[in-house]
């Protein structure tokens, strides 16, 4: 092989020189932690919602939204968004936020008017 060629495999370092990072590269990061930061949000408001509520609001059931919502943190962590999983379980969590969030959120707990 010729040495400094990109298929020798004794080449380490980044794709370009002098360390300058790919603008796809960088986007895709951005995705990657985005989504990811999404399908915790939707998980971690999941958590603090009471299960009460749920019912209520006539939608699945708090261990069923946990459960959607952490599986899907997880596989986004695990594949990326980008992936076969990964682009239903950005979904989930965009569900989880725009509908179920809104209608579990609108409920008051007891007499409080706060």
Same mark, same amino acid.
Do not use: E, H
């Given at each position: 092989?010729? +040495?400094?060629? !990109?298929?020798?495999?004794?080449? =380490?370092g980044p794709a370009y020189p002098g360390g300058?990072?790919?603008?796809?590269?960088l986007i895709l990061t951005v995705v990657l932690y985005g989504t990811l930061a999404l !399908?915790? #949000?939707a998980f971690v408001d999941a958590v603090i919602r009471p299960a009460a509520a749920f019912a209520a609001?006539?939608?699945l059931s708090k261990p069923g #939204?946990? !459960?959607?919502?952490?599986? +899907? +943190?997880?596989?986004?962590l695990w594949q990326g968004p980008l992936s076969f999983l990964g682009l239903p +379980?950005?979904?989930? =969590?965009?569900?989880?936020?725009?509908?179920?969030r809104p209608a579990v959120r609108s409920l008051r707990r007891g007499n409080s008017g706060w």
């Amino acid at each position: 092989m010729i +040495a400094g060629c !990109a298929a020798d495999p004794q080449v =380490a370092g980044p794709a370009y020189p002098g360390g300058m990072v790919s603008i796809d590269g960088l986007i895709l990061t951005v995705v990657l932690y985005g989504t990811l930061a999404l !399908a915790l #949000w939707a998980f971690v408001d999941a958590v603090i919602r009471p299960a009460a509520a749920f019912a209520a609001a006539g939608k699945l059931s708090k261990p069923g #939204w946990l !459960a959607i919502t952490g599986i +899907a +943190a997880l596989l986004l962590l695990w594949q990326g968004p980008l992936s076969f999983l990964g682009l239903p +379980a950005v979904v989930a =969590a965009v569900v989880y936020l725009v509908d179920v969030r809104p209608a579990v959120r609108s409920l008051r707990r007891g007499n409080s008017g706060w």
